[in-house]
């Protein structure tokens, strides 16, 4: 199974930046289609991103359309979500996800079978 650790989250304006990274170790990271969700206090786990194997296709939830950027990079075992205009209800914990589903794009919970242990951001008003 592939172990995942997310860095890049922290306390930003309104209107301000962040790049979150998923480091990958134990498998390559080209098996996996990857994902990112995250989940605010009190709220379930949502969908934000997903991007396919190398990077081909990418799939975004309405929310964060035109304002996310996910990406790839399978020589360093590497995924980014490059997140721009943030809002203060972008607030939660951001989780990388690995998937080994081949018959759609996963985009639910329980389509990721590997998680890293989540990275905070907050955008403040």
């Known amino acids: 199974q592939v172990q995942l650790v ?12 962040l790049r979150l990274s998923c480091a990958a ?4 990271l080209s098996r996996y289609y990857m994902g990112w969700l995250r989940q605010a206090p009190g709220q379930e786990r949502e969908f ?4 396919s194997w190398h ?3 990418t799939d975004y939830a309405d929310s964060v359309k035109g304002r996310f950027t996910i990406s790839r990079d399978n020589a ?4 980014y979500l490059q997140m721009n205009s943030l809002k203060p209800e972008d607030t939660a914990v951001y989780y990388c996800a ?28």
């Not at 170790?25 to 390559?28: K, M």
């Not at 360093?76 to 995924?79: E, F, P, Q, W």
């Not at 690995?98 to 008003?125: E, H, I, K, L, Y």
């Open 6 to 17: 997310e860095s890049g989250g922290g306390l930003v304006q309104a209107g301000g930046s």
């Open 25 to 28: 170790s134990g498998r390559t």
């Open 48 to 51: 934000v991103a997903a991007i």
């Open 55 to 57: 990077g081909s296709r």
């Open 76 to 79: 360093k075992n590497t995924v």
């Open 98 to 125: 690995a998937s080994t589903m081949r018959a759609r794009v996963p985009t639910g919970r329980d389509d990721f079978g590997s998680w890293g242990q989540g990275t905070q951001v907050t955008v403040s008003s």
